[in-house]
């Protein structure tokens, strides 16, 4: 900075209001003051600014805003270029900058608490009892393992449940990127607990889901019933229509408390992936449920406590959350509406090819085989027009007097086409069948109506009938083991000397 004025004068600056601080021209007013009355007088604006790191505001710019500007005569002739280079070089430091600065804040360190909860004043019930209730998953499918991974995303715990000893496969969830078929595939691991028996642990089970096939509901349920009560909540999606009944009939007949019920029915297509040891869904779609009291007899009203009402409803609001799932609760018929088109495959189309032993694509060219799945599908459609509990449905009238279930048949059979009927594969290889859950709960309920169906009969009696020759076939046969011979011992069994 250029000093113009001799020593013993003092300067009083003043800024003028009506000019920008940023202007270069700005002019400035000088007072002489008297020698004797020694006095520096600085206006300094009340107001302190911000200064900010990084901002528009901050540096020079904002002081020569803020305050007045001292220069000589001799400098106001220099060129803007050379002001700018020597402000740029030579930094001014203000006095008061310092001062402008806010202080740092004074951290002061939290007491810690004073008080602590013993663990000795909880009983040790409630100590050993988990904090959070957990969805119980009980089955062997692909399913059961698709639910718990989906209710893993908004659920706090999800444990699977397995009551037969056999290896868990099948940990991963396998979606498609796209529709395209060269896209890679999406591989994510299954987010719920993994798979324990049952006979490892006895603790009380709140909500409960049962997968798998329709004979496998009532021994699966029978491995826990130990942990459920009048509080629980169980969900029974499992295949065939008629589950309901045989479980209540073979493990909680008798009993005072039973748990509530949820009946649910999937249209997702999964299946098992043995190259990414995954769970593949082949096409999303939706699960339907609806309440196990609206599938007795109409007029029979049937009450269940306000704490049971509020269980369930918080079960099927966790269901609901699942965006994987696409889960809605409705009305008993129609839940029936969209369970029956894979029911009445299942009980019209798989029949008839273990009966001609031939695969689906084979039905279409077979005229006596299309006139005995038209006898098949009219009984089926005779029981469920006069089933008490969806009497007078426009939604199933409709559904089974139109011409969607004929449409429905054909399009499933021409989907398959060459591939083996998986009910023929079943008893080939002497597993159980769904026969009294397809048939035979047609059967049951005609028998009660008082109508004829003869065609289901012999469909059922065949079916049981391959069954067990099946069975007696494969029990005829030598099992061998292979194993390996210990080196000691490899001696003894060599056929060609040395």
């Not at 600065?101 to 013993?118: H, T």
């Not at 011409?403 to 079943?426: D, H, T, W």
């Amino acid at each position: 900075m250029v000093n113009c004025f001799p020593a013993r004068y003092f300067l009083t600056l003043r800024k003028l209001d009506s000019l920008p601080a940023a202007d270069p021209d700005a002019r400035i007013s000088a007072v002489v003051a008297d020698p004797s009355r020694l006095r520096l007088s600085a206006r300094i604006i009340q107001t302190r600014p911000r200064w900010n790191r990084g901002s528009l505001y901050a540096g020079r710019a904002a002081t020569r805003r803020r305050y007045g500007t001292v220069a000589s005569s001799s400098d106001r002739h220099r060129s803007r270029d050379r002001i700018a280079t020597d402000e740029a070089a030579v930094p001014m430091r203000r006095p008061w900058s310092s001062a402008l600065q806010p202080e740092p804040a004074i951290v002061k360190p939290r007491p810690a608490p004073q008080f602590y909860v013993p663990s000795v004043l909880l009983p040790p019930e409630a100590a050993k009892s988990p904090t959070v209730h957990k969805i119980h998953i009980l089955g062997e499918d692909e399913r059961s393992k698709f639910i718990a991974h989906a209710l893993s995303g908004v659920y706090d715990s999800v444990e699977m449940l397995g009551w037969r000893n056999i290896s868990s496969r099948y940990r991963n969830i396998q979606r498609s990127r796209s529709s395209s078929r060269r896209s890679a595939a999406k591989i994510e691991a299954n987010m719920a607990v993994p798979r324990i028996l049952t006979k490892e642990d006895d603790s009380r089970i709140d909500q409960l889901v049962v997968t798998g096939k329709g004979y496998e509901a009532a021994e699966a349920l029978k491995s826990v019933k130990h942990r459920v009560d009048e509080n629980t909540t169980v969900c029974l999606m499992n295949d065939g229509l008629g589950v309901l009944e045989d479980v209540r009939r073979k493990i909680f007949e008798g009993m005072e408390t039973s748990p509530s019920f949820l009946l649910g029915h999937m249209s997702h297509r999964l299946a098992f992936n043995r190259t990414y040891d995954s769970v593949k869904q082949l096409k999303n779609g939706e699960t339907r449920l609806t309440l196990a009291e609206l599938s007795q007899r109409k007029g029979k009203q049937l009450h269940q406590a306000p704490h049971k009402t509020e269980t369930r409803s918080n079960f099927i609001r966790t269901l609901q959350e699942a965006t994987d799932l696409h889960s809605s609760l409705t009305t008993y018929d129609q839940w029936l509406r969209f369970k029956l088109p894979s029911v009445i495959f299942d009980s019209v189309v798989e029949p008839v090819c273990v009966l001609l032993e031939t695969p689906y694509q084979g039905l279409l060219q077979n005229p006596a085989a299309q006139r005995m799945m038209h006898s098949l599908l009219s009984e089926i459609i005779q029981v469920v027009e006069k089933m008490p509990e969806v009497e007078g449905s426009s939604v199933l009238q409709s559904y089974v007097r139109g011409r969607g279930i004929k449409k429905l048949l054909y399009n499933r059979i021409m989907a398959k086409r060459s591939q083996p009927s998986q009910l023929v594969r079943r008893i080939e290889h002497g597993l159980p069948t769904d026969v009294d859950y397809l048939n035979g709960y047609f059967l049951r309920r005609g028998q009660k109506l008082g109508l004829d169906l003869r065609m289901n009969i012999m469909m059922r009696d065949m079916i049981k009938a391959r069954h067990s020759q099946a069975i007696e076939r494969l029990n005829s046969f030598i099992p061998v083991e292979e194993t390996s011979i210990p080196s000691d011992s490899a001696f003894r069994y060599r056929t060609v000397p040395r």
